[in-house]
């Protein structure tokens, strides 16, 4: 009787139902895929599915003004964690906000400490090939143009650190947050997201379950 081998690293592929039958035999069937979907995958994304469900029911208990005043405040959180790169590029005097950043010692503390990191970045990476190759004065020139560099790529860096968190909390609030405060204010909406919230919540966990 010939004898039929897996390859090395292929799964074996089983029915929703198998997978379960297998479960309950107490077999380890997270090594096998179903729907082309390896299981492990499956209880991962139960745990994802789970979450969102019990989040959903967790916005339902707290009621849309509360929900609300969360999302503001969220927001709120999110545009103070932009206040550190906007205070470095305000220190350090290369952007001006329209307001009085020139402090005098702060600003050229800041500038110095700027300045230094990328004189050591010049002396431990670029200096000796640049005045090998190109000599003195062409190597401090292009030292020189790389300054300008560095600048711009700090204060575009900065910029973008700032900016994400403020988008970030604005998107929480206004995309997500806030329409759905405004659909739990809604009797009959907010009774389907309940029961939706619910519903989910099982089907994560049974995946969930069926992976472990």
Wanted: contains cysteine; proline residues 2%; charged residues 15%.
């Amino acid at each position: 009787m010939a004898c039929v081998s897996r390859e090395p690293g292929t799964m074996n592929s089983i029915s929703y139902f198998e997978a379960w039958r297998q479960w309950f035999a107490g077999q380890d069937v997270r090594g096998s895929s179903m729907l082309g979907v390896q299981i492990l995958w499956w209880g991962r994304i139960g745990k994802i599915v789970s979450m969102a469900g019990a989040l959903t029911i967790l916005a339902d208990l707290a009621g849309p003004a509360r929900l609300s005043a969360f999302g503001s405040n969220l927001e709120e959180v999110f545009k103070a964690l932009s206040w550190l790169p906007m205070y470095l590029l305000r220190r350090t005097g290369l952007v001006n906000f329209g307001e009085d950043v020139h402090s005098g010692v702060a600003n050229f503390v800041a500038f110095l400490m700027l300045l230094s990191g990328y004189a050591y970045l010049v002396q431990q990476f670029l200096w000796s090939n640049l005045r090998e190759r190109y000599g003195v004065v062409i190597g401090a020139f292009f030292v020189v143009v790389l300054w300008v560099v560095f600048c711009l790529a700090v204060i575009s860096a900065s910029a973008l650190a700032a900016a994400i968190p403020i988008f970030l909390g604005w998107a929480l609030d206004k995309l997500v947050i806030g329409p759905l405060a405004r659909v739990l204010s809604s009797g009959t909406a907010a009774k389907r997201i309940e029961v939706t919230g619910l519903l989910v919540t099982l089907l994560g966990f049974h995946f969930d379950l069926l992976s472990s």
